[in-house]
Nanobody, 121 residues
Framework: VQLVESGGGLVQPGGSLRLSCAAS????????MAWYRQAPGKQRDLVAR???????DYADSVQGRFTISRDNAKNTVYLQMNSLKPEDTALYYC????????????????WGQGTQVTVSS
């Protein structure tokens, strides 16, 4: 099982980006999916989370600007980021709790490799 992110890049303040993260491999079921971010010298923090049923929660700092969504048929989670600010600059990581289809497998957290988002003029 692996998670692959895409969509990061350089954007001016006030701009928008859409991140995608696709899960692949021998997957039985995907439960919560989430986006975290980590700025240089800081800890990794939760940005947004979405349950399998579509319930969401957000960090206060992104509430109203970011939207998390998922396509269960494609095993993909998205993060639409609007009104971006310089303080949103970070390495963004996809996270998912997945039970693989391997015999006797138990569910566990998986992480993507990260995608850089830089907000600068």
């Amino acid at each position: 099982v692996q998670l692959v992110e895409s969509g990061g890049g350089l954007v001016q303040p006030g701009g928008s980006l859409r991140l995608s993260c696709a899960a692949s491999g021998n997957i039985f079921s995907i439960y919560d999916m989430a986006w975290y971010r980590q700025a240089p010298g800081k800890q990794r923090d939760l940005v947004a989370r979405i349950t399998k049923g579509g319930s969401t929660d957000y960090a206060d700092s992104v509430q109203g600007r970011f939207t998390i969504s998922r396509d269960n048929a494609k095993n993909t989670v998205y993060l639409q980021m609007n009104s971006l600010k310089p303080e949103d600059t970070a390495l963004y990581y996809c996270n998912a709790f997945i039970k693989s289809a391997d015999l006797n497998a138990v569910g566990r957290d998986y992480w993507g490799q990260g995608t850089q988002v830089t907000v600068s003029s």
